[in-house]
């Protein structure tokens, strides 16, 4: 049996498959061709409608899974004008329709509206919870779903190129956002700021925290890899979730007592997050403040000292 894998896949996710199926998805394969059992996660919820980038963590790594849900996202998105359905997406029925089409000029007027710190309202078709039950499974059941607003941040939002002048049946955008952000609200907003109403015919993530579109694979590359006994060719670093935080380099006494879970004092560094590392070995994820190290998170892997 191959050892336990730790790092990161990174998935383009077809439509039609939840993070979950994704998931699963990746367990299978290891366990279908002879790796051994290997916790596995996802780094951020997309959409089974949705296709693009999902982080998938493997062993070690799902102690950073909870970081990518709190990082920014890009996505590249297209919103059919003149109609608004009950999901905000081509699932559902059409409960709402408009004769007014914008121009080009007309979007590009708007979209400062949109960028920045905004407020939307969610879905009534998404996965939050109200009184304890998912928000979609009470719109399913005929409920009327009133969901608060939210403070999202757009940190840019573009129009995709190719579009003619004239009244725009569709418009592609590409918007850069926080956590938190709906596309489907983005779209249906942006309809409304226009005059009329839209919803979303096409969604893909090209960007999750540091994870790009040019780094993801398919499923079936991944099938036919998993089969050559070949995955860790395909496999990220753990480090590769966290490229924006310095590297600390411990030697083996002190690496030891990091991995005790021991404090390291009178470090000359300034304040913030550290990946310590003895040689290229992730060791854990340390906070340093006023000079005093302390273990986030540990990392069990091998040829650390012990």
Request: proline fraction near 5%; aromatic fraction near 4%.
């Amino acid at each position: 049996m191959i050892a336990p894998l730790s790092g990161w896949l990174v998935i383009d996710k077809p439509k039609g498959m939840g993070s979950t199926q994704g998931v699963s998805a990746v367990k299978r394969v290891l366990r279908q061709n002879g790796y051994a059992k290997t916790k596995v996660g996802h780094g951020g919820t997309l959409d089974p409608l949705a296709e693009g980038v999902l982080p998938i963590a493997l062993g070690e790594a799902t102690k950073l899974a909870g970081r990518m849900l709190d990082s920014d996202k890009i996505y590249e998105f297209t919103v059919q004008f003149g109609a608004e359905t009950d999901t905000l997406d081509t699932e559902g029925p059409v409960i709402a329709t408009s004769a007014v089409r914008p121009t080009l000029a007309d979007v590009e007027a708007v979209l400062a509206l949109f960028t920045g710190p905004i407020e939307q309202v969610p879905p009534a078709y998404s996965a939050l919870k109200v009184g304890g039950q998912r928000a979609y499974d009470l719109a399913r059941a005929g409920e009327v779903v009133e969901l608060k607003a939210r403070h999202v941040t757009i940190r840019s939002l573009t129009i995709s190129a190719g579009h003619a002048e004239g009244a725009l049946e569709a418009m592609t955008l590409v918007a850069h956002v926080s956590k938190g952000t709906y596309i489907r609200s983005l779209a249906r907003d942006i309809a409304y700021a226009l005059g009329t109403c839209g919803h979303v015919t096409y969604l893909r993530r090209t960007k999750a925290g540091p994870f790009i579109q040019t780094q993801a694979i398919s499923l079936d590359l991944l099938e036919e890899t998993a089969k050559g006994r070949g995955l860790e060719h395909l496999l990220l670093p753990l480090e590769a979730g966290l490229d924006d935080i310095p590297a600390l380099h411990l030697d083996q006494t002190s690496a030891q007592a990091v991995r005790q879970g021991r404090v390291l004092s009178d470090m000359p560094l300034l304040s913030g997050l550290y990946l310590a590392k003895l040689g290229s070995v992730p060791v854990a994820l340390m906070e340093v403040l006023d000079g005093t190290a302390t273990v986030v998170r540990g990392f069990n892997l091998p040829d650390v000292a012990e």
